[in-house]
């Protein structure tokens, strides 16, 4: 059974930074994704990072120059570090992990929360 447990979250004042991490265990297989989703209040999830096995990464608009992912295959751990952190930051972050080749199992882990005030 696949799980994922963050750690990391927290609060800070505007333009502070947070490292947040995950860990996935129970995955049998090594080409997949792994990332971060956020939810705001009122908002739908959306997309922060993801990193592939490869090491290819994709940033949402919003966090490009700000955020930096990486990920051990290895330990099959994803971290995401959060410089010049905004109030829009805010929000709960979701580590996933999704298999890259059909069926494409998605699974997420519990959510942590960030909070940025000024």
């Known amino acids: 059974q696949v799980h994922l447990v963050e750690s990391g979250g927290g609060s800070v004042q505007t333009g502070g930074s947070l490292t947040l991490s995950c860990l996935a265990s129970?995955?049998?297989?090594?080409?997949?994704?792994m990332g971060w989703y956020r939810q705001a209040p009122g908002k739908q999830r959306e997309l922060v990072a993801s990193?592939?096995?490869?090491?290819?990464?994709n940033y949402a608009d919003s966090v490009e120059g700000r955020f930096t992912i990486s990920r051990d295959n290895r330990k099959n751990t994803v971290s995401m570090q959060m410089n010049d952190l905004k109030s829009e930051d805010t929000g709960v972050y979701y580590c996933?992990?999704?298999?890259?080749?059909?069926?494409?199992?998605?699974?997420w882990g519990q959510g942590t929360q960030v909070t940025v005030s000024s």
């Open positions: 129970g995955i049998g297989y090594t080409n997949f994704v």
């Open positions: 996933y992990t999704r298999r890259v080749v059909t069926p494409t199992f998605l699974y």
């Open positions: 990193v592939t096995s490869g090491g290819t990464t």
